[in-house]
């Protein structure tokens, strides 16, 4: 790890609840998303879907369409000048428009570009399409049979991965005490407010600009330009406002703003994408249906002596980001916990279903419900109590994780446990099944109508992409002659707060009110290729480039301040929006000043720096080693009430406490674990995408149950600080971690209210109601 | 069809096609594109529009009932660079992620608050039970509300707290 | 798409006809918040030559109590203001505010919410646990339906091409009894009910001398829940009479499974939902 002394001093932003730098223009309405962007002579485009799951594609007829008032053109797939494909991880395997096969039903077909967006839509509905259907493989079961059909060349195997640490059979040998038992996950969909939409301009000087809702513009600008066969550096992706991604808007940003550039480019005007809901579900990827095998040994004492799981995920159509899911969920298996012996075999496999990519999790809530659960099976078969378990198994600083790398510092799982604990308090009113009702306990009328439990869960989420992938992040800062400065990151903000964690750090590292830093949008032309914003990775990876950019920028000031204060630089401080002697606070200048003389003395006042996340000792034979920068430890506890009558349950409490390393900002912190909760809350018992027959038949707002304001969670979020050396002033991300902890502890809540096991997600009213109707 | 309505206190005079979407007419016809659209079904309220005070779903609206209406969109909230309290409010609290939830919350919010200038929670709730909004966890944006109320609230010197803390 | 307004009953009707002559396809609008998503739903086709837009008409908006205690609610009458009464009967009000969302209940009409005919419509039970006649309008003249009768399938009503629905009448025993409505969804907020039931009863007493209770999203239309009222007739309140009341009407129900809920759940919710509003419109009956 980086040798950085993690820095525990006073701070004068980073910490302090501020507000969303680029707030107003949100409640005002004056921001701009990629929609609502408006050029002369602008057309609109819609894809024609396939409507089949899978089948040979004979011929796509656009006649029918370009008879249509309104209609310009149809695009097909021999008018894509590039490859025609699309992916995550070379060799890429999604086609922009199908040609020859159809491999889920929501297919792109063909592109109709019409004068408005209902005329775009009427005319990708009236292109004719022969499809001749082939018996869709819908099922994991399927896929693997070696008789399968093969979906892609290569078989239906997408992506499979073993970790190896110590020897489970002998771990096994020496338990006293296994469980096991089996898990089940359904898709979920992001949900993100905001479609997927994207307006390509040509620019009449050989160049293309794309403005797009998307999560990584540089992803999409090599891409877009593979596919228009052009030069990367003829393409320029600028990315608008975007309304919530959690990894959602990557894949099909790809796929539409290719689209559209080849449409903008090809007719010479500007072509706009916008999905509508239902494409917007069908057409882009999902979070991984799972099924996970797992079994757990431990000594009478509770002490963890081996784990195995077996993980298969259902990865739809595409490769999408099935890969590092796939690894994800591997090696955070075995929780955040010290188990000597672990063995993990994960594996995604392609259906002829909508394609499962990055949700926030990554792979890990779906592991998390089934380590969880198996810790609580575990802590049932020995008596003890699930807390107690947790805190006899956590790791320490020192300890290996599944991987067997070792962290010395900020590994705060132990203290999210006491945290918990402490906050607790008496469990929820009521009887617990086996015991019956003691007399009061219970509403009139009641009957035994109610059930109560209390659920906890622990987790580990992995920071940065680590071994994963390449995990560097540039980033500039420029400072005016006013004492302002511009930064720029090349990872983007969704909603997450990432702009304003920057804004924090390039603040405390320049003394300056965070009124006086601006954080630009990604514009590919204007950062450096900073990789994908994915793995919570942000705050850690981002805000230390930001970091290193904005003290060489002080460090110019000083040596400025120092000649005017005649003072070595080293004994200028810069605060409060001035350089100030650190002896002597009273002697100081403003900033504006030192900045302007900064420029006219020549010391340079913009400067672009680079984080990098060290090298990484790891073997990817056995997925042992060092993978990640940090982690962050969280455990979650949530008290429930069942209706037994009609299943519905109501979460009474809810506490998230999660290791942080260092609160940047308390307001985007509890921001980030409120909403990443309520999703995992979903997952656990609200959101199921329904297939039957490779269609989705909850493709809208109505029927696929997204939460409202009146299922939200009564969520407290606790906060321990044990600073990371990987991030800056000690940070470490928590976008993903909240989910994996909300579902887990309500599984095993709704587990311990009604004393029975259920082991598919989401545990629906109808489940529990079913249940327990079954038990009477 | 000859529309005209009052926009944001201004009158406005047209000619539009009375079956269009009140959606369209006001992101394409008038450049108002405050107003979001994340369903077009009813479902979701982020294209929420105040019309006679009364939050609808502009997306399921058609343009001839607009006729002789008056129309508040989020574009109409501030008076020129000071923001409505719930505008603020919503900054303070954090209730604001993406933000692209936030204009139909904040029009839901002010027709609540219109009618009931001190809300119960549940009141809040049932108030924006048609505004989804998947980033913030929807607490912050409770509170927000809240916040705003009780601003409003201290000009007759009684604070929704107070009131509560009271019983 | 064509958009008429229309002022009267009358002209409603002659809007319709004269279209109709002309052949060109038409569709009365209230709220507009079934129709618009029907029509976004089909982007191919499908779209009628014009739409005939009720909400405003007076007669249709009219809310009035005869002196006898007889009620009549206008058909575009929105459902917040059903929502929001107190002085209507409580399922009614009940099944009103169990719709989407404030923004949907501020376009959304009665009307449009029974000619709907969707099974799983919230204000159905209830009109129909009250009693309620719906009044028809069409060039031959008027007439009148028990809301039992209205529906025919699921989006099918006993409506001929042209036909208005004026109002919904209530005899005064609908305000004279005591009536609850109950529902549950996936969700709580903006749930689409996966089953509704509603319940109406006068009692004499203590006693339940007459009852209906009906349950929607259990079957192809609104159903009443007649083994349920057989047996509630005539007795007095007791939570073990609502638990064999839940027992009747989860057996002569007929739900189908389908992506809102499995048929075996809809049974269970029907007697924990007929018990929960049989409780509700019982309480303090002596
Ligand atoms: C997001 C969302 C959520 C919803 N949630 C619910 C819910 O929870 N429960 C529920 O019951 N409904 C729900 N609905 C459905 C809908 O809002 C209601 O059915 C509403 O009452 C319809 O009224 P309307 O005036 O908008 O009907 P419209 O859409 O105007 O009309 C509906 C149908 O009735 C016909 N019609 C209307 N008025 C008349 C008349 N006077 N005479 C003859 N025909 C007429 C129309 O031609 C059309 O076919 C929801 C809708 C949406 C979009
Ligand atoms: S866009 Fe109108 S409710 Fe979703
Ligand atoms: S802030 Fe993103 S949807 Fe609400």
């Not at chain 1, 590994?411 to 945290?419: F, P, S």
């Not at chain 1, 604990?421 to 086996?434: C, H, I, L, V």
């Not at chain 2, 001839?64 to 969109?73: D, E, I, Y």
């Not at chain 3, 646990?129 to 989006?155: D, I, M, Q």
């Amino acid at each position: 790890m980086s040798a950085q002394p993690v820095n525990t001093g006073e701070l004068a932003v980073v910490g302090a609840r501020v507000r969303k730098v680029d707030g107003r223009e949100l409640v005002t309405g004056q921001a701009r998303f990629a929609a609502d962007l408006r050029f002369p002579g602008l057309l609109y485009a819609s894809a024609r879907r396939a409507g089949v799951p899978a089948g040979k594609l004979v011929e796509v007829d656009p006649s029918p369409a370009l008879r249509l008032p309104g209609v310009v053109a149809v695009l097909l797939a021999r008018d894509i000048p590039g490859p025609n494909l699309i992916g995550i991880l070379p060799p890429f395997d999604q086609p922009l428009l199908a040609a020859g096969e159809v491999r889920y039903e929501g297919e792109s077909l063909a592109l109709a570009v019409g004068v408005s967006r209902e005329e775009a839509r009427r005319g990708a509905a009236a292109v004719r399409a022969r499809i001749e259907p082939w018996e869709p493989i819908l099922t994991v079961e399927q896929a693997l049979d070696p008789a399968a059909r093969r979906i892609h060349p290569g078989g239906n195997v997408t992506y499979s991965k073993k970790l190896v640490k110590g020897d489970v059979a002998q771990g096994f040998a020496g338990a006293q005490v296994v469980v096991e038992n089996t898990y089940q996950t359904s898709f979920q969909e992001h949900a993100y407010l905001e479609p997927e939409a994207v307006v390509a301009v040509p620019g009449g000087d050989g160049r293309i600009t794309v403005y797009a809702s998307c999560q990584s513009p540089f992803h999409l600008r090599g891409h877009i330009a593979a596919n228009l066969g052009l030069p990367a550096s003829r393409v320029r992706v600028v990315q608008a406002y975007t309304g919530g991604s959690f990894g959602g808007k990557d894949d099909v940003a790809t796929e539409i703003g290719a689209l559209a550039a080849i449409a903008a480019v090809r007719l010479g005007v500007p072509v706009m994408i916008a999905h509508e809901r239902e494409e917007s579900i069908i057409g882009s990827n999902l979070r991984h249906a799972a099924r996970i095998r797992y079994r757990t040994g431990a000594l009478r004492d509770g002490t963890l002596v081996a784990g195995e799981a077996e993980i298969l995920l259902d990865g739809g159509a595409y490769a999408s980001e099935s890969p590092f899911v796939t690894m994800k969920a591997m090696i955070h298996a075995a929780g955040p916990y010290r188990v000597p012996n672990v063995r993990v075999e994960s594996t995604t496999v392609y259906t002829n279903k909508t394609y499962c990519g990055a949700f926030r999790g990554f792979g890990v809530p779906q592991v998390t419900f089934a380590s969880e659960s198996q810790m609580d099976e575990l802590a049932a078969a020995l008596g003890l109590d699930p807390l107690e378990l947790r805190r006899r198994n956590a790791l320490r600083p020192g300890e290996g994780t599944a991987t067997g790398q070792v962290f010395t510092q900020s590994v705060g799982i132990g203290r999210t446990i006491e945290r918990v604990a402490e906050k607790a308090g008496p469990r929820p009113m009521g009887p617990k099944p086996a015991e019956g009702p003691p007399a009061g306990a219970q509403p009139a009328t009641d009957g035994g109508r109610y059930l109560y439990g209390r659920g906890v869960a622990c987790l580990l989420q992995g920071i940065s992409n680590g071994a994963e992938g390449i995990d560097v992040v540039g980033a500039s800062v420029q400072m005016a002659q006013d004492g302002s400065a511009l930064v720029g990151v090349g990872l983007t903000d969704m909603g997450q707060g990432s702009r304003t964690v920057f804004a924090q750090v390039a603040a405390e590292a320049l003394g300056v009110d965070i009124t006086r830093i601006t954080v630009r949008q990604v514009d590919t032309d204007a950062v450096h290729d900073s990789g994908p914003t994915v793995a919570s990775r942000s705050t850690t990876v981002g805000g230390t480039a930001v970091l290193k950019a904005a003290r060489e920028v002080a460090g110019s000031l000083r040596s400025m301040a120092g000649l005017m204060l005649k003072c070595p630089p080293e004994a200028v401080r810069l605060a409060e929006g001035f350089a100030m002697l650190e002896a002597d606070p009273q002697a100081r200048i403003p900033l504006a000043e030192v900045a302007t003389a900064a420029y006219w003395s020549g010391f340079p006042l913009m400067h672009l720096a680079f984080s990098r996340a060290p090298d990484a000792r790891f073997d990817h034979e056995t997925h042992q080693g060092d993978i990640y920068i940090a982690y962050n430890f969280g455990t979650h506890l949530m008290d429930v009430r069942v209706d037994r009558w009609t299943g519905k349950v109501k979460v009474l409490r809810h506490l998230a406490a999660h290791d942080v390393g260092r609160v940047v900002n308390p307001l985007g912190l509890e921001g980030q674990v409120e909403g990443g909760s309520l999703i995992g809350f979903a997952l656990a018992h609200l959101e199921r995408i329904d297939t039957e027959g490779g269609h989705i038949r909850n493709a809208n707002f109505a029927d696929y149950a997204v939460p409202s304001i009146l299922d939200r969670l009564p969520t407290e979020t606790l906060v321990v600080e044990e600073p990371s050396p990987a991030g800056p002033f000690g940070a470490k991300g928590v976008g993903e971690p909240p989910v994996a902890g909300a579902a887990a502890a309500f599984a095993n809540a709704v587990a311990d209210a009604t004393g029975l096991r259920f082991t598919r997600l989401p545990i629906t009213r109808a489940d529990i109601a079913a249940a327990l109707a079954k038990e009477v | 069809m000859q529309l005209e309505f009052t926009c944001n206190g201004r009158p406005v005079r047209m000619q539009a096609d009375g079956s269009m979407r009140a959606l369209d007419l006001l992101r394409d016809l008038l450049g108002l594109t405050g107003t979001k659209e994340g369903c077009g079904r009813g479902e979701c309220g982020a294209c929420t529009i105040l019309v006679d005070g009364s939050p609808v779903n502009a997306c399921l609206l058609y343009a001839a009932k607009l006729q002789g209406r008056a129309v508040l969109t989020v574009e109409g909230l501030a008076k020129g660079e000071v923001l409505h309290p719930l505008q603020e409010a919503f900054l303070e609290e954090g209730a604001v992620q993406c933000g692209y939830c936030t204009p139909g919350l904040l029009l839901s919010s002010k027709a609540l608050l219109d009618r009931v200038p001190h809300p119960t929670d549940p009141e809040i709730e049932q108030a924006l039970s048609g505004n989804l909004c998947r980033c913030t966890g929807y607490a912050k944006i409770l509170k927000a509300v809240q916040r705003a109320a009780d601003r409003a609230g201290r000009g007759d010197g009684t604070s929704r707290r107070g009131r509560e803390a009271g019983r | 798409m064509e958009y008429l307004i229309a002022g009267s009953v009358e002209e409603a009707l002659r809007l319709m006809g004269g279209l109709d002559e002309q052949g060109r396809s038409a569709r009365y609008v209230a709220g507009g918040t079934d129709l618009a998503v029907q029509l976004a739903g089909n982007a191919a086709g499908g779209q009628p030559e014009a739409l005939v837009d009720v909400s405003g008409i007076p007669e249709l908006l009219r809310l009035e109590r005869a002196p006898g205690g007889a009620l009549s609610i206008g058909a575009a009458v929105r459902l917040e203001t059903l929502a929001r009464s107190a002085d209507l009967p409580a399922c009614l009000s009940q099944g009103a505010r169990a719709i989407g969302s404030p923004q949907i209940r501020a376009l959304g009409t009665l009307g449009g919410n029974l000619c709907n005919a969707s099974p799983c419509g919230d204000t159905l039970a209830p009109v129909i646990a009250l009693g309620g006649r719906l009044v028809l309008a069409s060039v031959e003249g008027r007439r009148e339906v028990p809301a039992e009768e209205f529906f025919t399938g699921p989006k099918a009503t006993v409506l001929r091409p042209g036909e208005l629905l004026v109002e919904v009448d209530f005899g005064p025993a609908a305000l004279a009894g005591r009536s609850a409505f109950r529902m549950i969804g996936q969700r709580e907020g903006q749930a689409i009910s996966q089953v509704n039931v509603a319940v109406w009863l006068l009692a004499e007493g203590g006693r339940m001398a007459e009852v209906r209770a009906a349950a929607g999203s259990v079957a192809p239309t609104p159903v009443r829940l007649a083994a349920a009222e057989k047996l509630l007739r005539g007795q007095a309140w007791s939570q073990g009479l609502g638990r064999e009341a839940g027992q009747a009407a989860a057996e002569e129900v007929r739900p189908i499974d389908d992506v809102r809920a499995p048929a075996a759940y809809r049974r269970l919710l029907t007697a924990a939902l007929l018990r929960e509003a049989l409780a509700e419109a019982c309480e303090g009956v002596q």
